[in-house]
């Protein structure tokens, strides 16, 4: 499967994004999906997960409350609401696509390009 992100920007703290990530191939109702993040100088870290149907969510503790993931299996994406941006949330975010839930890289066995969010005080 490829995937393709979309959706970053500029945005002052306290504003929103609604981060897209589009899937090609046949196979997409078969992955679990993720988020997540990397900004400079830093490792890749885990933002969000959903499972296959959608059923199970997992959220790191930084983002829950502010941050609501979907997808839609149909039409094959994925789709981050990003409210209440604080500067910290600043990175380069990646999709991801692999055969088990979780939240760690290892996970997932397909990325996206990243989409940079970037969040100003």
């Known amino acids: 499967v490829q995937l393709q992100a979309s959706g970053g920007g500029l945005v002052q703290a306290g504003g929103s994004l609604r981060l897209s990530c589009g899937a090609s191939g046949r196979t997409f109702s078969s992955y679990a999906m993720g988020w997540f993040r990397q900004a400079p100088g830093k490792e890749r870290e885990f933002v969000v997960a959903?499972?296959?149907?959608?059923?199970?969510?997992d959220y790191a503790d930084s983002v829950k409350g502010r941050l609501t993931i979907s997808r839609d299996n149909a039409r094959k994406t994925m789709t981050l609401q990003m409210n209440s941006l604080k500067p910290e949330d600043t990175a380069d975010y990646y999709c991801a696509a692999g055969p088990r839930f979780g939240a760690t890289v290892a996970s997932y066995d397909y990325w996206g390009q990243g989409t940079l969010v970037t969040v100003s005080s």
């Open positions: 959903i499972s296959r149907t959608g059923v199970s969510i």
